[in-house]
């Protein structure tokens, strides 16, 4: 024959075409944080895939294998939150076992506490999947804190675990168990049914704890799940956020944690029973900004702030603005009007009346975030100052059945508006 032909090879670079695809490993903040912390370390992103090996042809030519398979990416967010305001002090070696629902489900957990107004000291920690009447379901495995099994913190503190090996699976309840002694963080409300408290040493006792029933939200402020990335909420609100309905609550009845079971995304609560916008600005970066990972924010605010001495309406759209400062860089934004109030605790009810109106106008106008419109779902047709029959408890508050109500609208809205 003529002169060989010589043929060339080329090798697309699929290996470029899957740098987008590779896994990435989010690494948490230093575990202890400071008051008002914000910042996430993270380390760079590892290289995506592995080096393809060379293989030789039957003619001894040589080309590029194809790359393997890039894992899919982890990463920690938030399964389970709950704002700490109140101030409690334990004397003595006390054994706190808070059960939790856990929003998210992955193979790993950390979990932050947050001190109280003075000298907090946690001696020992663990996790398991909660039991019946406060025993453990499961092997309790043990937290660490820089790699020692507790810690000492200032006041108003967030301390950080290690990651520990410990799978939950969406709407786990799980148990967290701690001996502590000095200021402790907690809720103004009960609403953790399944909650106990014991002197002594008892965190890695199986068996039901004893003790007394503590059902308020005690130092335990996150829970983080790491797994593949995806949508994770963050509640914003007072009481009607928090979940009060009764002199003893169940945060699984607030809307939130209904959202949360309904779309099967976490819908974390960071409610505070009493609070309106001046609080709430302030302790945003320890409550809110100081957890990772959470991709949409939900505001249901202003109720506690109508009437009260020097706000006008300007007032509380400049104060909402401020949170939507604060929020913007980290979450897409959402906001609801604000629901019927058929009295006032303090001022004057016409101001409320009056105030509640223009306020809702506002946020009903307003750009910066999507409209949850929460009042035109529990008010009645004819008195927009009144709820539907059955909605509230004591004329401020919604019933269970107004949570239910509320969180069929979010979820309505956050299916058509939020692409899920």
């Given at each position: 024959m003529g002169s060989r032909m010589a043929l060339r090879w080329s090798w697309v670079g699929a290996l470029g075409l899957l740098m987008g695809c590779g896994g990435v490993e989010e690494r948490g903040a230093d575990p202890t944080f400071g008051a008002g912390s914000t910042d996430a370390e993270v380390t760079a992103?590892?290289?995506?895939?592995?080096?393809?090996?060379?293989?030789?042809?039957?003619?001894?030519?040589?080309?590029?294998?194809?790359?393997?398979?890039?894992?899919?990416p982890i990463a920690f967010q938030p399964g389970f939150h709950q704002a700490l305001r109140e101030p409690a002090f334990a004397g003595s070696l006390t054994t706190y076992r808070m059960r939790v629902p856990v929003g998210r489900a992955g193979s790993r957990v950390r979990i932050t506490f947050r001190s109280g107004d003075g000298t907090f000291?946690?001696?020992?920690?663990?996790?398991?999947?909660?039991?019946?009447?406060?025993?453990?379901?499961?092997?309790?495995?043990?937290?660490?804190?820089?790699?020692?099994?507790?810690?000492?913190?200032?006041?108003?503190?967030?301390?950080?675990?290690?990651?520990?090996a410990f799978p939950v699976g969406f709407r786990?309840?799980?148990?967290?168990?701690?001996?502590?002694?000095?200021?402790?963080?907690?809720?103004?409300?009960?609403?953790?049914?399944?909650?106990?408290?014991?002197?002594?040493?008892?965190?890695?006792?199986?068996?039901?704890?004893?003790?007394?029933?503590?059902?308020?939200?005690?130092?335990?402020?996150?829970?983080?799940?790491?797994?593949?990335?995806?949508?994770?909420?963050?509640?914003?609100?007072?009481?009607?956020?928090?979940?009060?309905?009764?002199?003893?609550?169940d945060t699984r009845n607030a809307w939130?944690?209904?959202?949360?079971?309904?779309?099967?995304?976490?819908?974390?609560?960071?409610?505070?029973?009493?609070?309106?916008?001046?609080?709430?600005?302030?302790?945003?970066?320890?409550?809110?900004?100081?957890?990772?990972?959470?991709?949409?924010?939900?505001?249901?605010?202003?109720?506690?702030?109508?009437?009260?001495?020097?706000?006008t309406v300007a007032k509380l759209e400049q104060r909402m603005n401020q949170l939507f400062d604060q929020l913007q860089p980290r979450c897409r934004l959402w906001v609801s009007t604000l629901l019927p109030k058929e009295k006032t605790n303090y001022g004057s009810y016409d101001v409320v009346k009056a105030q509640r109106k223009e306020f809702n106008a506002w946020i009903r106008t307003q750009t910066r975030a999507e409209v949850?419109?929460?009042?035109?779902?529990?008010?009645?047709?004819?008195?927009?100052?009144?709820?539907?029959?059955?909605?509230?408890?004591?004329?401020?508050?919604?019933?269970?059945?107004?949570?239910?109500?509320?969180?069929?609208?979010?979820?309505r809205v956050l299916k058509e508006k939020g692409g899920l």
């Open positions: 992103p590892a290289s995506s895939v592995e080096a393809a090996p060379t293989l030789t042809l039957h003619d001894d030519r040589k080309v590029q294998g194809t790359p393997p398979v890039a894992p899919p000291t946690l001696k020992r920690a663990t996790v398991a999947q909660a039991g019946a009447n406060g025993a453990l379901a499961s092997t309790p495995v043990s937290l660490t804190f820089n790699g020692q099994p507790g810690f000492t913190a200032n006041a108003r503190t967030l301390v950080t675990s290690d990651p520990v786990d309840e799980v148990a967290i168990s701690f001996e502590a002694t000095g200021a402790l963080a907690v809720s103004l409300i009960e609403s953790f049914p399944g909650s106990f408290m014991r002197t002594g040493s008892y965190a890695t006792t199986q068996a039901a704890l004893g003790g007394q029933a503590w059902e308020f939200a005690t130092a335990v402020a996150t829970v983080d799940v790491e797994g593949p990335p995806g949508r994770a909420f963050v509640a914003i609100g007072d009481s009607i956020t928090e979940g009060y309905y009764d002199t003893k609550n939130p944690a209904l959202v949360e079971k309904e779309l099967g995304v976490p819908v974390v609560n960071s409610g505070a029973s009493g609070q309106g916008f001046w609080d709430a600005n302030l302790q945003l970066p320890q409550e809110v900004l100081a957890m990772q990972g959470f991709t949409d924010c939900i505001v249901l605010l202003g109720t506690n702030d109508l009437a009260s001495e020097g706000i949850i419109d929460l009042e035109a779902v529990t008010r009645q047709p004819g008195n927009v100052d009144l709820f539907l029959d059955g909605l509230e408890v004591d004329q401020i508050h919604p019933s269970k059945e107004g949570h239910r109500v509320m969180a069929a609208e979010v979820v």
